[in-house]
Structure formats: C-alpha cells, structure tokens
Nanobody
Framework: QVQLVESGGGLVQAGGSLRLSCAASGHTFNSYTMGWFRQAPGKEREFVAF????????YYADSVKGRFTISRDNAKKTVYLQMNSLKPEDTAVYYC??????????????????WGQGTQVTVSS
C-alpha cells in the first residue's frame, strides 16, 4: 500500500511562489512515475505535471508550462512542485499521485493508482 502525504500549500498573493512536497512510503519509489493534479471548486480534477521514475522525463499542462517545475529526490522518496508566478486561477486543492504501474508513463488520471489527501493552494489577486 502506497502512502502519499502532501505539504507546502497555503495562501499567497498573485505573482508569488510556493513549493509543494509529497513524501511517499510503502513502495519502490524510484520505479514509479509521479504526478501532480489539482481540483478547483466546482471543477473536475485536472492534470498538472508528471515526472518519470528516473526524473529524466517531465511533462506539464499548458496552463502551467514555464511557471511550474516538477522534480524528485529518490533518496528522500519525495516529489516536489515548485510553483512560480502564481495566478488566482491556480487556486485549487493539489494532489500528489503515484503511477499505477512501475515504469509506467501517461498523464491520464486513470494511469495513477495512489493518491495523497491533497493540500490547499489559494492565490489572492
């Protein structure tokens, strides 16, 4: 059973930055692609970014490309999401997720089998 615990959310002004962290336990972290998703009030959960098991491949949603950076530290079993130039429309609950299969790829929600509890990010205008 994979456990994922997010941290680092909070309230920030537009243009500011936050770094989210997701600590994993219970699986071979360095064999799994990890992702970040978000869900704004009244909207469906959407893909934000993923990073492959080695860190060699990253992929971003168009809405965050150039502003957000996903990274991972396999020794610490932690994945990060650095968020810069935040906008009010980035306000959402952010979820960390582990891919369903080791060495798997893909950014669809169905590709991810384990989820954290989420952390709230609020960007004020």
């Amino acid at each position: 059973q994979v456990q994922l615990v997010e941290s680092g959310g909070g309230l920030v002004q537009a243009g500011g930055s936050l770094r989210l962290s997701c600590a994993a336990s219970g699986h071979t972290f360095n064999s799994y692609t990890m992702g970040w998703f978000r869900q704004a009030p009244g909207k469906e959960r959407e893909f934000v970014a993923f990073i492959s098991w080695s860190g060699g491949t990253t992929y971003y949603a168009d809405s965050v490309k150039g502003r957000f950076t996903i990274s991972r530290d396999n020794a610490k079993k932690t994945v990060y999401l650095q968020m810069n130039s935040l906008k009010p429309e980035d306000t959402a609950v952010y979820y960390c997720a582990a891919h369903r299969s080791s060495y798997g790829m893909g950014k669809a929600e169905r590709d991810f089998g384990s989820w954290g509890q989420g952390t709230q990010v609020t960007v004020s205008s």
